[in-house]
């Protein structure tokens, strides 16, 4: 018997990979879902952050939160190891963690949480106003919700991988379980090699 939690994990996964098979306009490719926008927020050191960011870099933007039980804490550790698997191309990715949780994650908070010796050297943490936390999920299409009361709530979240190119364009979901072989052979294939 699947649990609920995996069970609504599962559904946000195929949501997600449903929009990548929708088609998006403007300067984005046909056949692929409109994922991504502006955005404006702050890091884990207080510094303002902006879109401009994903430029430059292939970019693997996850959110999630730092009190996060399993899902993201597994997430990021997939992708520290799927970024050594990468080789040399692994420094031209950038992992970007976005928090659903503003109330709990203040940039001190990303900060402690980041620097843990299990997750991608050099990860982005990103907070801001509850209003600018919505709107940046709303642009990548995320679900979060607060579940229960008290200092010890949950969150609710998607779970997709939004791979972005180094035009800050999106490029595909990738599934937060896929385990870091698979997570690496296919941000490989998107680069290039």
């Keep these: 018997m699947i649990p609920q939690r995996a069970k609504l994990a599962l559904c946000l996964a195929a949501a997600v990979l449903m929009l990548a098979a ?7 490719a046909p056949g692929q879902a409109q994922v991504g926008g502006p955005f404006q927020l702050v890091d884990q050191d207080g510094q303002p952050r902006d879109q401009t960011m994903l430029k430059g870099k292939w970019s693997a933007v996850f959110f999630g939160y730092t009190f996060c039980p399993d899902v993201c804490p597994t997430t990021l550790q997939s992708l520290a190891d799927a970024q050594g698997r990468l080789g040399s191309r692994g420094k031209d990715l950038q992992v970007v963690f976005v928090t659903v949780d503003p109330a709990r994650d203040t940039p001190g908070q990303l900060k402690t949480y980041l ?4 997750f991608p050297k050099g990860t982005i943490g990103l907070t801001g106003a509850p209003d600018q936390i919505a709107r940046t999920a ?5 679900f979060y919700q607060k579940q229960g009361a008290g200092k010890d709530y949950e969150m609710a979240h998607s779970s997709a991988i939004y791979l972005m190119d ?3 364009r999106f490029d595909r979901p ?3 379980d896929l385990g870091p072989a698979e997570l690496a052979r296919q941000i490989g294939q998107a680069m290039g090699g």
Aim: hydrophobic share 25%; charged share 20%; with cysteine.
């Design 166 to 168: 180094p035009k800050g």
């Design 174 to 176: 990738l599934a937060y």
């Design 115 to 118: 620097s843990s010796q299990a």
């Design 22 to 28: 929708c088609g998006r306009t403007g300067g984005q």
């Design 138 to 142: 709303k642009a990548y299409r995320v």
